[in-house]
Every structure is written in C-alpha cells, then in structure tokens.
C-alpha cells in the first residue's frame, strides 16, 4: 500500500492541496481560521477518492501500458483500495456533515459530479482521447471541490455569488496543472499535439495569467487580509 500510496498519490499533492485548502478555507471565513486543517483533511481523501476512482476506471488500459505498477503487478488489490475508499469517503462525511447543511450540499454535488465524471457523462467513452474535451468534463470537478472548501470556512452562511471566484480559481488551477503535464509527454493525451507545441504553450500562458488574476481575488480577503 505504502507503494502505491508513493507511486499514485504522493506526498507532493499533500503539499499543494494544502495550501490550497488553507487559501479558499481563510476565503470563504474571511480569515485564517484552524478550521482549515479539517478541511485539508477533506479535501486530501476526497482526490484520494478521486485516484481511487480513476484506478478502477483504467484498470484494464494501465494492465497493458504499466504493467509493474503495485496495483497492476498485484502488490495491490482493487478490494484494498475500495476499502481506502471507504475510509477517505467517512473522513469527508465527518468534515462535511457537522459543518452545515450548506457545506453537506456542496459535498454531495461534488460527489454526483465525481459519480458522473466516472462514467464519462455517459458518452460511451468518447471523450478518451481527445485531450481538449476530457479536461473540459473533469477540471470543474476540482472548480467544486473549491466552493466546497470556501462552504466549509463560511460555516452556516452561504458563500453566495463569490463562489465563482473560489470555483474559477480551483478549475483554473486544474486546468494550468494538466496542461503543464501534458504539453508533450503523453501522445494520445498530448495538448502539443492536438494544438501544436507554441499554441499549447500560449494556452497555458493564458490559463496562468487568468489564474493569477482569481487567486489574487481570493487570497486578498482571507490570507493578505489575516496577515496585513
């Protein structure tokens, strides 16, 4: 498990997703808040949740194409992770639940778009790939999982319209972290080569400006403001 754990969810997303959930938590509360160690903890097992999802979903493909995987040489089982599963599900539902039925709803929505996003939006597995359509399906999920974050620091009171500046910020982000892994290195899964290598580098210049401009307006209120 410590295998797969290195291999397929390592310690570098701890990392960003905690300065992320910092970021939105203090966005939604107005402030720092210790709060957002729980809401960390969420969001860690929700994309623990998320790769979980994805490995059963590629299975099969990842047998042929990454054989010596932990999961794929059988290190590994599909019935372990379900139970991983089940146990990043249950830390969710202690972060969500006692937060409100706000932040409960926006869970759930995330939830069902993460049940819909597994399935492909029932496409029959036409947006596999395409690397400018997949995105476009799966970054909003990252978009909610934000807006659940912000929920979680407001506590009971609605974050109102300025959830679109927490959910542009997470889909932005998302989308920035996808193009940078995928400029070249994968050919079916390749932005250069669906694009071309300078308009692919162009978008993603694009994307990380846009991506400035929304952090900028959601650290302001909660971590600039808490810190000056």
Same mark, same amino acid.
């Given at each position: 498990?410590? *295998?797969?754990?290195?291999?397929?969810y390592?310690?570098?997303?701890a990392?960003l @997703?905690?300065?992320?959930a910092?970021?939105v938590?203090?966005? +939604?509360? /107005?402030?720092?808040?210790?709060?957002a160690l729980?809401?960390?903890?969420?969001?860690?097992?929700?994309?623990?949740?998320v790769?979980i999802v994805d490995?059963?979903? $590629?299975?099969? !493909? $990842?047998?042929?194409?990454?054989?010596?995987?932990?999961?794929?040489?059988?290190?590994?089982?599909?019935?372990? @992770?379900?139970?991983?599963?089940?146990?990043?599900?249950?830390v969710q539902a *202690?972060?969500?639940?006692?937060? /409100?039925?706000?932040?409960?709803?926006?869970?759930?929505?995330?939830?069902?778009?993460?049940?819909?996003?597994a399935? $492909?939006?029932f496409t029959? +597995?036409?947006?596999e790939?395409?690397p &400018?359509?997949y995105?476009?399906?799966?970054?909003?999920?990252?978009?909610?999982?934000?807006?659940?974050?912000?929920?979680?620091g407001?506590g009971?009171?609605?974050?109102?319209?300025?959830?679109?500046?927490?959910?542009?910020f997470?889909?932005? &982000?998302?989308l920035?972290? $996808? @193009?940078?892994?995928? &400029?070249?290195s !994968?050919? !079916?899964?390749?932005?250069g080569?669906a694009?071309?290598?300078?308009?692919?580098?162009? &978008?993603?210049a /694009?994307?990380?400006?846009?991506l400035?401009?929304?952090?900028?307006?959601?650290?302001?209120p909660?971590?600039w403001? *808490? @810190?000056?």
């Open positions: 498990m410590t *295998a797969w754990f290195l291999e397929r390592p310690p570098a997303n990392a @997703l905690l300065v992320v910092v970021v938590h203090a966005f +939604g509360h /107005g402030g720092l808040a210790p709060g729980a809401a960390f903890a969420g969001l860690w097992c929700f994309y623990l949740l790769r490995e059963h979903k $590629d299975y099969a !493909d $990842d047998l042929v194409a990454h054989p010596e995987r932990a999961l794929q040489s059988g290190r590994v089982t599909l019935g372990r @992770l379900r139970l991983v599963a089940a146990a990043a599900l249950a *202690a972060v969500a639940l006692p937060a /409100g039925r706000a932040a409960s709803g926006w869970w759930l929505i995330l939830l069902g778009w993460l049940c819909w996003a399935q $492909d939006f029959g +597995g036409r947006l790939g395409r &400018l359509l995105p476009l399906a799966h970054v909003p999920l990252s978009g909610l999982a934000c807006v659940w974050v912000a929920q979680l407001a009971e009171h609605p974050v109102g319209l300025s959830a679109w500046k927490a959910f542009a997470g889909t932005l &982000l998302a920035a972290v $996808d @193009l940078a892994r995928k &400029l070249g !994968d050919p !079916d899964r390749s932005y080569r694009l071309g290598a300078f308009r692919a580098r162009a &978008l993603l /694009g994307v990380l400006s846009a400035a401009g929304t952090g900028a307006a959601v650290v302001q909660g971590v403001k *808490a @810190l000056t």
